[in-house]
């Protein structure tokens, strides 16, 4: 049964560089897309964008001068950044699956990271 | 950006109950729409894709309904296991946008 796994520093200064990888088990990364979603309380579920296994991404417009993503189907991961952050980009950020057959809709997700941005 | 509206916000009810809530798009998606359960700390759980096609898995007392900008999430016999947030997820239109979710509690 494939799995994901998220992991990253928890803590991230302002201005810095977030960092996360999201690592896939018992699956190939070909034929998917690869998403990244992120959860607060004060923005709800937002999306954050997603990468085909070729390695083609789509950002959501309102990350997409600070987001870049890339798979490594070597290790079969596939790694989220985000650059110049603020306090507003503290959540919980989680990476899922997303079948082209099921309209990418995500259908198995990692069990999520928790990253605070503070000095 | 599209989006999407839950209702209510809060749903108190009971084991055994026929629980309804709504999605709807500010504008038309299709059936490109998908629904996700939340238990506290968890990440979302795939319900169901295309308004109404059931994951594998998903037990059969939660069925979904809908296209345009009017969707329905069902749950026939609320059971123990159901008390959680359900949002639902528009897929027609980049960026993909999440409802503000519906809280199923117990009365």
């Known amino acids: 049964q494939v799995q994901l796994q998220e992991s990253g520093p928890g803590l991230v200064k302002p201005s810095e560089t977030l960092s996360l990888i999201c690592t896939v088990s018992?699956?190939?990364?070909?034929?998917?897309?690869w998403s990244w979603f992120r959860q607060s309380p004060l923005k709800g579920l937002e999306w954050i964008g997603h990468?085909?296994?070729?390695?083609?991404?789509l950002y959501n417009p309102s990350l997409e001068s600070r987001v870049n993503m890339l798979v490594d189907t070597s290790r079969n991961q596939f790694s989220l950044k985000l650059t110049s952050v603020t306090a507003a980009d503290s959540a919980v950020y989680y990476c899922?699956?997303?079948?082209?057959?099921?309209?990418?809709?995500?259908?198995?997700w990692g069990p999520g990271t928790r990253v605070a941005v503070s000095s | 950006d599209i989006q999407l509206t839950q209702s209510p916000s809060f749903l108190p009810a009971s084991v055994g109950d026929r629980v309804t809530f709504t999605c709807r798009a500010s504008?038309?998606?299709?059936?490109?729409l998908a629904w996700y359960q939340q238990k506290p700390g968890k990440a979302p759980k795939f319900l169901i894709y295309?308004?109404?096609s059931l994951q594998g898995g998903v037990p059969s007392r939660f069925s979904g309904s809908g296209s345009g900008t009017e969707f329905t999430l069902t749950i026939s016999s609320l059971q123990p296991e159901d008390f959680a947030t359900y949002y639902c997820?528009?897929?027609?239109?980049?960026?993909?946008?999440f409802g503000g979710g519906t809280k199923v509690e117990l009365k």
């Open positions: 899922a699956r997303a079948p082209p057959y099921m309209m990418r809709a995500s259908d198995v």
């Open positions: 018992n699956d190939s990364l070909s034929g998917y897309y």
């Open positions: 990468i085909y296994h070729n390695g083609n991404a």
């Open positions: 504008q038309g998606i299709s059936s490109f």
């Open positions: 295309a308004a109404s």
């Open positions: 997820q528009q897929l027609n239109n980049y960026p993909f946008t």
